[in-house]
Nanobody
């Protein structure tokens, strides 16, 4: 499975951005697709994820109510609509996919496929 993420950029605090992640290759076995982010000098954090077959969506508490994850099944693409952005949302955002999850979808170690990352910068 290959993942390509795009849509990052520079935005002022309070603004919005939409990230996209397109999956290609052997996508029929995908169990979950998610977004993680890594801010400069910090460890990576879970942002949001969707269980592909059932459509259940999960968010980190820090983005709940501001970010919305959606998908286009026909395009094998997930979107992360980010609103009310804050400077602390500044990070490189990575999309990821997994064909199986052993413990929980919030752990980066559960995902075997990763996109290249896209930088989101929120200015104050």
């Amino acid at each position: 499975v290959q993942l390509q993420a795009f849509g990052g950029g520079l935005v002022q605090a309070g603004g919005s951005l939409r990230l996209s992640c397109a999956a290609s290759g052997r996508t029929s076995s995908t169990y979950v697709m998610g977004w993680f982010r890594q801010a400069p000098g910090k460890e990576g954090d879970f942002v949001a994820a969707i269980i592909w077959s059932g459509g259940s969506i999960y968010y980190a508490d820090s983005v709940k109510g501001r970010f919305t994850l959606s998908r286009d099944n026909a395009k094998n693409t997930v979107y992360l609509q980010m609103s009310s952005l804050k400077p602390e949302d500044t990070a490189v955002y990575y999309c990821a996919a997994s064909q199986r999850v052993r413990v929980g979808i919030r752990g980066a170690y559960e995902y075997e496929y990763w996109g290249q990352g896209t930088l989101v910068t929120v200015s104050s």
